[in-house]
């Protein structure tokens, strides 16, 4: 605790730090390559989508059924005439699924699996989707998608800039491709709970990406008025300065959502819990990651391309080469200068104006 | 917070709805589709029309509190809770609704005629008929309890009907007599055996009522209860059907001050509203009346006083709202929609019991994993947080109960996931919160200016972010329908407590907090220790700076 404790100083007054914008463009790379890797996945094998898309029915059995798994699935295909999908749940009962039957149909099928299985009608779960409801609630899925990015994009450049709209929207691109990427590779079947699981990302990988977002904002407020760092240093130390943050964070919204994937899981088998709790442990985990080393990297990329961030870099670098010429003679200048500045260092803390002496910065400790 | 939790045990809704899948049950989802032709028919008014319709019908089955309600923008929600026959309900729920102006041959009260009852004629609803300047109007015979003993069993087939044509006199009177203009083409036979069905016919049972019309085909007479139960009908063939209504609504009368109600029928329509309507305006009562019936239900039995066509307005003692009813009622006839069930779920209790209990286990875990990390990192913080947490979680409760009642809202299994994943959203606010005072004290204040100091930006940080989720909450809400809704729901709601938490709860207590020796004086425990937090010492030191550390590195 005490080591993470100082961890988390140490990063905070920018002592240690992983260098995200520096090495950025090694972590486009990562995430392009994870990316091709998940359209081509989608391409190659292409989702195995549930029975709510695609029609047909689910029966799950209460209890323990009186036949074997394979005599439920020759009972299965017998009764409805198409293929069946049969497992075993983990309270003993059997999950059937069928595709591809109408739910006019469905009512003797399950009659019939009732008398083959010797489980009383009432005891079995059902349900039957028609075909048109998978593609209604995909369309509304897609919908709401297109809605939410063109609602979020504007929010964000109102609250923020364009720049950082673009990149939040490239890193919400960026999380769902891997997640669909993920199910297409893994075969984990998709249903109206995935795309819940899916679509909730959408808020959380943007909640994480805002809060970056807000530090960096604050860290940068009046950047052109000071020689001392550039936008993508400052950049950098908002990542470090919150990566406490971003990290328990993410911890804490994994863990609930692992407790439902082990109990959704382990304990009930397929069904609506673990959907959920499985397309949300993806996204998450992939949220978190790029809201870290995509977003931010990509507003620092987007914003040294501004005329004021250029010529204001320009000037540092030629300052800091004065500088190295002059040796350490140049120290005091450079702390004086730093004065009027916005205290880059307190990205995290920011808005503070009072004049960076009196040992308040970080960067005055000895 | 203290009130709501009062006003949940007042309102004596101490527990939220349960959803079909958490309750067992039956949901079927059903999706409209227009008729061809006629692609504006989904529209708000036409489904609203169309749930009442179903309504009607599941609740007539027996089906207690089974509900109906739209869902997006063309589809219609039927939960039947476990314990009922579903199948029947099904059915029900499947078939189009079918509404027929048929003739009233007889009229009776709801219970079974009592053989040879005495008093010739009731003494009806006493609501003169003959009002002249009405086309048509709605005696109300039909609801009118009083109604009940009379003479219809007696009524036998044709030669009964000549000795009541004599018997009738203009009386405004709509109790039990018979004519049947169009039974004269049936068999005897089969007179005699309505005949039979209409004497033993109870209309004061719901499940007979609903099954009196079974299986009739139109061009049949049939027998028919009123929707209310106390009186039954002998209907003859129908005349005209619901789909040759074009338009009906509630209107209200200036003049006379009551409210009627008007139909305009389609070309077709109105040709064969025109011959039934001649025929019968010639007849003496009841044989005057023609039935509206849906669904095998009388609705509504107006006399007929006139030859009519086109448009006809039926008046009566209604009131806004049986006029709005029936018009409804008349529309749906011509409701230019079909429905086809897109899913059916049938959950068992046993099953919807163990989802429920996963839920909840899930819930717990999650809940107790994030508090365990909590008290790792943050030590004495977590105290705060779990409080808070707590705060947030009797908040959604209590509101989850109340809305249940308030906007029938259900709690189903993607609502219980929300709610757990809304536990992360939670603890996150006060993680930034957290983050932000140790921040000041790492810049050496001492705790209580250190928490009034990172409140405004914590806060800054929690609106904006807490924002951005419920924005989707909100998207994900209206765009989208099912499972999704619920889920979504619990989303937005909870992001909504948890700015309210974070707000009236977790400052204020973090300000008190802050005043107490263990947190204040910075006790190892407290997650607020300077030194472990690597606070520099406070002090004015020289302005001295060492830059190489803290240099970042060049991009």
Redesign the interface.
């Known amino acids: 605790?005490?080591r993470?404790?100082?961890l988390?100083?140490?990063l905070?007054?920018?002592?240690v730090?992983y260098?995200f914008?520096?090495k950025r463009k090694i972590w486009y790379g990562v995430s392009i390559l994870i990316t091709i890797t998940a359209i081509l996945g989608l391409a190659v094998s292409g989702l195995n989508m549930g029975i709510?898309f695609k029609g047909g029915a689910v029966f799950?059995t209460?209890t323990k059924a009186k036949v074997s798994v394979s005599q439920a699935h020759e009972d299965a295909v017998a009764a409805s005439g198409h293929e069946a999908i049969v497992q075993e749940l983990g309270?003993g009962g059997l999950r059937i699924q069928i595709t591809e039957v109408d739910?006019k149909k469905?009512?003797q099928i399950k009659a019939q699996l009732s008398e083959d299985l010797g489980i009383p009608e009432?005891?079995?779960?059902?349900?039957?989707?028609?075909p048109?409801?998978g593609e209604?609630?995909a369309n509304?899925?897609w919908?709401?998608l297109g809605?939410?990015m063109v609602?979020?994009v504007v929010?964000l450049a109102i609250?923020f800039e364009w720049r950082m709209a673009v990149a939040a929207l490239i890193a919400l691109i960026h999380d769902i491709t891997i997640t669909v990427g993920v199910y297409a590779l893994v075969g984990f079947e998709v249903t109206?709970?995935t795309?819940?699981g899916l679509?909730?990302i959408?808020?959380?990988s943007?909640?994480d990406t805002?809060?970056v977002f807000?530090?960096l904002k604050?860290g940068t407020q009046g950047i052109t008025k000071q020689t001392r760092?550039?936008y993508?240093?400052i950049a950098?130390?908002s990542i470090n300065?919150?990566l406490?943050?971003s990290i328990?964070?993410t911890?804490?919204?994994?863990?609930?959502?692992?407790?439902?994937l082990?109990?959704?899981g382990g304990?009930?088998g397929a069904?609506?819990?673990n959907d959920?709790?499985l397309s949300?442990f993806v996204g998450l985990a992939a949220g978190a990651y790029s809201s870290i080393f995509i977003a931010t990297p990509l507003v620092?990329d987007l914003k040294e391309r501004e005329p004021q961030i250029k010529a204001l870099k320009k000037r540092i670098l030629a300052k800091r080469a004065a500088a190295a010429a002059k040796g350490e003679s140049a120290?005091d200048e450079?702390?004086d200068l730093t004065d009027d500045l916005t205290e880059p260092?307190g990205a995290?803390?920011?808005?503070r104006r009072q004049p960076g002496?009196?040992?308040?910065t970080?960067?005055?400790?000895? | 917070m203290v009130a709501l939790t009062g006003g949940m045990f007042l309102s004596g809704h101490t527990t939220p709805r349960l959803g079909i899948?958490l309750a067992g049950g039956t949901s079927i989802?059903l999706?409209a589709k227009s008729q061809p032709g006629k692609p504006e028919a989904i529209n708000e008014t036409n489904m609203n029309t169309a749930v009442s319709i179903i309504e009607r019908r599941v609740n007539g089955l027996g089906v207690s509190e089974a509900e109906v309600q739209t869902q997006?923008a063309s589809?219609i929600i039927v939960n039947i809770p476990k314990g009922t026959n579903s199948?029947q309900a099904r059915e029900q729920v499947g078939t189009t609704a079918q509404l027929y102006f048929r003739p009233v041959l007889t009229v009776a009260g709801g219970a079974p005629t009592p053989e040879g009852s005495a008093s010739p004629s009731a003494t009806g609803s006493g609501k003169p008929s003959a009002t002249p300047s009405a086309k048509a109007s709605d005696p109300e015979t039909a609801s009118d309890p009083k109604a009940t003993p009379s003479d219809g069993a007696t009524t036998q087939g044709r030669a009964v009907t000549g000795a009541l044509k004599k018997d009738a006199t203009p009386t405004p009177s709509g109790a039990a007599e018979s004519d049947a203009p169009a039974a004269t083409e049936t068999p005897d036979a089969a007179t005699a055996a309505l005949q039979k069905k209409f004497t033993e016919l109870d209309c004061t049972d719901k499940a007979a009522r609903a099954a009196a019309g079974d299986g009739v085909k139109p061009e049949d007479p049939t027998v028919a209860c009123s929707s209310e139960g106390d009186a039954k009908y002998l209907l003859g063939p129908a005349e005209v059907s619901g789909t040759d209504v074009d338009d009906a609504k509630a209107q209200f009368d200036q003049q006379r001050g009551i409210w009627l109600v008007s139909m305009e029928f389609t070309d077709k329509g109105s040709k064969k509203f025109q011959t039934i309507t001649k025929k019968l305006s010639t007849q003496q009562s009841p044989a005057n009346q023609f039935a509206i019936s849906l669904d095998g239900e009388v609705v509504s039995a107006p006399q007929v006083n006139e030859t009519l066509s086109g448009s006809a307005e039926i008046s009566g003692s209604f009131t806004q709202q049986s006029a709005e009813d029936l018009a409804n009622v008349l529309s749906y006839g011509a409701l230019p929609l079909s429905f086809?069930?897109?899913?059916?779920?049938?959950?068992?209790a046993?099953?919807g019991g163990?989802?429920l209990e996963?839920?909840l286990?899930?819930?717990?875990?999650?809940?107790a994993?994030?508090v365990i990390?909590?008290v790792?990192?943050y030590?004495g913080l977590a105290l705060i947080a779990l409080l808070s947490l707590v705060a947030s979680g009797i908040l959604t409760y209590t509101i989850m109960a109340l809305l249940g009642p308030a906007i029938g809202f259900a709690l189903n299994?993607?609502a219980v996931?929300g709610a757990?994943?809304a536990?992360?959203?939670t603890?996150?606010s006060f993680?930034?919160y957290f983050?932000?005072i140790?921040?000041?004290i790492?810049?050496?204040r001492t705790l209580r200016p250190a928490v009034e100091r990172a409140w405004p930006?914590a806060r800054?940080?929690i609106l904006?972010?807490?924002?951005?989720?419920f924005?989707?909450?909100a998207?994900?809400f209206l765009?989208?329908?099912?499972?999704?809704q619920g889920?979504?729901f619990t989303?937005g709601l909870t992001t909504l407590l948890d700015v309210v938490v974070v707000f009236l709860f977790t400052k204020p207590v973090m300000t008190l907090m802050a005043r107490t020796k263990f947190f204040g004086g910075g006790h190892p425990w407290s997650g607020l220790d300077p030194k472990?937090?690597?606070?520099?010492p406070p002090?004015?030191?020289?302005?001295?700076?060492?830059?190489r550390?803290?240099h970042?590195?060049?991009?």
């Not at chain 1, 002496?357 to 308040?360: L, M």
């Not at chain 1, 970080?362 to 000895?366: A, C, I, W």
């Not at chain 2, 472990?532 to 520099?536: D, E, M, N, S």
């Open positions: 605790m005490s993470l404790g100082n988390g100083a140490r905070y007054r920018g002592e730090g260098d914008i520096g709510e799950t209460d309270n739910t469905a009512d009432a005891k079995i779960n059902a349900d039957l989707v028609g048109s409801w209604q609630i509304k899925a919908a709401g809605i939410f609602l979020v929010y609250a109206p709970g795309v819940i679509l909730t959408l808020g959380y943007l909640y805002v809060v807000d530090s604050e760092w550039t993508s240093e950098n130390r300065g919150t406490v943050r328990n964070t911890v804490v919204a994994l863990l609930p959502v692992a407790g439902l082990f109990i959704g304990v009930l069904g609506m819990l959920i709790s949300l620092a120290e450079r702390d260092a995290v803390v920011g808005q002496g009196h040992g308040r970080p960067r005055n400790r000895r | 899948d989802t999706k997006g589809n199948a086809s069930e897109d899913t059916v779920t049938t959950v068992t046993a099953l163990e989802q996963a839920g286990i899930a819930g717990a875990i999650g809940l994993l994030v990390y909590l790792a990192y030590r299994l993607p996931c757990i994943v536990i992360g959203i603890a996150d993680i930034v983050e932000r140790r921040d000041e790492r810049e050496g930006r800054r940080t904006v972010s807490d924002f951005v989720s924005l989707a909450a998207v994900l765009v989208t329908v099912g499972k999704v889920f979504a989303l472990r937090l690597g606070a520099k002090l004015r030191r020289s302005r001295r700076v060492n830059a550390t803290d970042p590195k060049e991009a």
